[in-house]
């Protein structure tokens, strides 16, 4: 299968605890999103990559989470301090730079307690 | 925050029938994208219209686009119950990343 994939697909943690996750964009796309989607509600905009370059991050993203991806391919995102608020469906997409179409990947649900 | 909002937040119809679906907007756009997502599955792009198009189809889709209004509409023709799903629109304001803007949903169920 050659579409994003994203890992884990679930993650239990305590609160105040560090989570990572793991996207694998389309292996050809220079563009990588991160999302955030809450019970429903549609998906929000959290930050993107242009290849290795984090070029634009939103407000959402608060100090406690930052993303690499480090050599233009895979991207991690990671939540320090992890709070109940942070529970979420954290998606991630992969687009080339001469198409608007995002591909997204399954998502990690991410649950605090 | 979302751009905007769909109307309805929830639709139940019978197989066969047709299924509209509204979108609003707040600020200017690039282009307009619709999304599906199944339960427990990532969101699959259905459809793009362009901010200088009006109207487009792809199959059993059909979307239309009244910038004036800052609206848009998806109608589903010829409902199938493997439609069940959560619908989005999503607009690209046409900044330097393409970064999407997602509405709350419609979610649709296609009773058999």
């Known amino acids: 299968d050659t579409g994003v994939s994203q890992n884990p697909r679930h993650k239990i943690t305590k609160r105040g605890q560090n989570v990572t996750f793991r996207c694998d964009p389309i292996s050809e796309h220079n563009r990588l999103y991160w999302y955030r989607q809450t019970l429903g509600q549609g998906p929000e905009f959290l930050t993107y990559f242009q290849n290795e370059a984090q070029l634009e991050k939103s407000r959402l993203l608060s100090d406690r989470f930052s993303a690499e991806r480090p050599k233009g391919s895979f991207s991690t995102l990671e939540i320090q301090r992890t709070e109940q608020g942070d529970s979420a469906m954290y998606l991630c997409?992969?687009?080339?730079?001469?198409?608007?179409?995002?591909?997204f990947g399954p998502g990690t649900r991410l649950t605090v307690l | 925050s979302q751009q905007g909002e769909e109307d309805p937040q929830a639709l139940s119809i019978q197989e066969g029938e047709n299924a509209t679906m509204n979108c609003s907007y707040k600020t200017s756009i690039n282009n307009l994208q619709w999304y599906r997502q199944n339960s427990g599955r990532g969101l699959v792009h259905l459809i793009l219209i362009r901010s200088n198009e009006r109207e487009k189809h792809s199959g059993r889709l059909r979307v239309t686009l009244d910038t004036s209004k800052k609206s848009s509409s998806l109608l589903i023709t010829a409902s199938r119950a493997a439609d069940t799903a959560s619908y989005f629109c999503?607009?690209?304001?046409?900044?330097?990343?393409?970064?999407?803007?997602f509405g709350g949903g419609t979610r649709l169920m296609v009773k058999p």
């Open positions: 999503a607009t690209d304001a046409g900044n330097a990343g393409n970064m999407l803007t």
């Open positions: 997409a992969s687009s080339l730079t001469s198409i608007y179409e995002q591909f």
